[in-house]
């Protein structure tokens, strides 16, 4: 059974335990400057935004059909059937596309670090495969975040809303978008309030992106390594792919069809662009 974390606005008091508690957790500092900070970042993989007296956790959404996991090109992401999107650094080459591919803009990169490593939250994979819930869950002093079965969450936060009529907008966040994710949320004002993307696709994402980036690895050697020498453009790097799969006699052809169709679904979605402002 797959777990998730509910996450109820108007039980929040905005305490920032959770943020403290994921700090600790994920051995990064955490002080009042950073407790200041009212976005994700490497050194800050959850948050509390505060609109007036209103409440909101960001973090990663553990996407059940992950676009971030679609598109790295080693493996370096992975969904677990526990429900948590894991990372592994000893894998990870820097290419970044995960922070291009990610709809939530989730994936942070360490820009200051001589061995930088992508971050975000991994819902405390070794916790939740314990049996334990995430560190963030468990502190929460009044239940805002809740840990447990996905489907159970789902049923509740349900009834939440049955039960109290006007408490909360009609919509938990993270049920449908872009095919479900591991983290759940209710609100009593609209998510926009928050910086949340209401006009989201309910299907998975990945195959968006997918078919371009996954070929990546199949590349002869020299590309991979233009790849991991910097990725100065994205677009020149596929421009590239396409001239050195058409060249391979028998398969490139198939595969140079599938690349530009990719190439024109990234333009087509503004990615190259937003790749570029990374
Ligand atoms: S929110 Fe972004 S980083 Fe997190 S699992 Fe989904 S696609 Fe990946
Ligand atoms: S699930 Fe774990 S990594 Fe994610 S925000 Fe909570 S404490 Fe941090
Ligand atoms: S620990 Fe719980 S109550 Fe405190 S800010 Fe986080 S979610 Fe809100």
Redesign the pocket.
Known sequence: MSKALLYDSTACIGCKQCEQACATQNHLEYNDAIAGEEYQSAHKLTTVVTRGNKFMRRL????AD????SVCPVGA?T?TALGP?TYDASKCMGCRY?MV???????KYEWGKLFPKVQ??VMCPDRVAQGKPTACAEICPTGATKFGERDELVAEARQRIRDNPGKYVDHIYGLEE?GG?SVLLLSPVPFETFGYRTDIAKDP?PMLTYRILSHIPRLPEPLVLRVVAGLGSLDSVVRASQRELESVEGVGTVRAREIREGLRRLQEHNLVDRYLQL
């Open positions: 990663c959404m553990n996407c992950p676009s971030c996991a992401l969904k999107v995960c591919a990610c709809p939530f803009s989730v994936p975000k939250c872009v994710t994402l």
